[in-house]
């Protein structure tokens, strides 16, 4: 049994944003079908979008809890665009997107950045562990590579 909890966006907090059509940011919630398979990384459910699936674009701050940090930066991140049921299998890694390379960065309770590493699917566990041994560390968040957008949150359970 993982001593990991793998965090998807807040359910109530998407439901929030789709109802009014509006991110925190003052953005219009854009919606679009997505056309490829695999298709945008979804922080809602953690998995790629299938084909014909309606997705939309928001803005987020993924340090949510430590908005005053320095390091709370905004950034796009793609989620369902009507209500899903959310991740449902937060003690394991997603293995939606275990074929990624990923950096991982972990973070202090007040949201200061504490470390970084890049990890390749298979190994994301151990790194993340590491990572987490910190007696510092509160949280790890895991990004693309290459954009580096905000794809979802660990923290011991
Ligand atoms: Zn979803």
């Not at 790629?48 to 997705?55: H, L, N, P, W």
Request: aromatic share 8%.
């Amino acid at each position: 049994m993982s001593t990991l909890s793998f965090e998807a966006l807040p359910s109530e907090e998407l439901h929030r944003i789709r109802s009014i059509g509006f991110d925190d940011f003052g953005h219009a919630v854009r919606v679009f079908v997505n056309d490829k398979e695999p298709g945008t990384p979804l922080r809602c459910c953690l998995r790629e979008a299938r084909e014909d699936e309606r997705v939309a674009l928001i803005a987020w701050r993924p340090l949510h809890d430590a908005p005053d940090s320095v390091y709370a930066e905004v950034g796009p991140v793609f989620i369902h665009a009507d209500d899903c049921p959310g991740y449902q299998d937060g003690g394991r890694y997603p293995e939606g997107f275990r074929h990624r390379q990923q950096v991982l960065r972990s973070y202090t309770a007040a949201g200061d950045l504490l470390d970084t590493t890049i990890t390749d699917g298979p190994a994301a566990e151990t790194d993340i562990l590491r990572l987490l041994s910190a007696p510092a560390a509160a949280v790890v968040h895991s990004r693309n590579v290459q954009a580096g957008c905000y794809m979802f949150a660990i923290r011991r359970r």
